[in-house]
T-cell receptor
């Protein structure tokens, strides 16, 4: 069955550093991959979408890579801020139902 | 843009009660809506996919008669938890997406359901 793996341990970094989160998937060939941010008690918020033919996508301080050979996506936040502290979810997708399969998320803590 | 409103945000009720949760897309037409359930510190579990004007497609293991989904218009989908029991207590979240592939999902802020 399809499996999405994100590091379950929280990532704790100092403000100003670059945060890198990993998403690995197996038994799946997604046409695209999306990243979301979720704050406690709230619904996820869409951040970025990267297609299978794109190696890298950027949006302000965010950067996403997509390696279909390694079956992996990396999510980077540069110049991190305490306000970036949240849980980040990856979600590959691409079949005709438009369904996404969500990873369990990685919690990011940015220390001031 | 792309705002999804979910109501109510919190429900506490007695066992055996049926609870209706509404999900509205406020500024776009949602051809597809999704209903998820999320347990603490776990991922979103897709319960069903709902297309406007047609029956919902339920994921394996989700009881259709327990979780009734109606998607009567392009801006409204409802989830009714029938005869709720304590094990149905959870965080329920809806999302909506527009027409076409590669569309992001826009999420509501969820409903915390507590069955006593």
């Amino acid at each position: 069955s399809q499996k999405i793996e994100q590091n379950s341990e929280a990532l704790n970094i100092q403000e100003g550093k670059t945060a890198t989160l990993t998403c690995n998937y197996t038994n799946y060939s997604p046409a695209y991959l999306q990243w979301y941010r979720q704050d406690p008690g709230r619904g996820p918020v869409f951040l970025l979408l990267i297609r299978e033919n794109e190696k890298e996508k950027r949006k302000e301080r965010l950067k996403v890579t997509f390696d279909t050979t390694l079956k992996q996506s990396l999510f980077h936040i540069t110049a991190s801020q305490p306000a970036d502290s949240a849980t980040y979810l990856c979600a590959p997708g691409g079949d005709s139902s438009y369904k996404l399969i969500f990873g369990s998320g990685t919690r990011l803590l940015v220390r001031p | 843009g792309a705002v999804v409103s979910q109501h109510p945000s919190r429900v506490i009720c007695k066992s055996g009660t049926s609870v209706k949760i509404e999900c509205r897309s406020l500024d776009f037409q949602a051809t597809t809506m999704f209903w998820y359930r999320q347990f603490p510190k776990q991922s979103l579990m897709l319960m069903a996919t709902s297309n406007e004007g047609s029956k919902a497609t339920y994921e394996q293991g989700v009881e259709k008669d327990k979780f009734l989904i109606n998607h009567a218009s392009l801006t409204l989908s409802t989830l009714t938890v029938t005869s709720a029991h304590p094990e149905d207590s959870s965080f329920y979240i809806c999302s909506a997406t527009g027409r076409g592939a590669n569309q992001p999902q826009h999420f509501g802020d969820g409903t915390r359901l507590s069955i006593l």
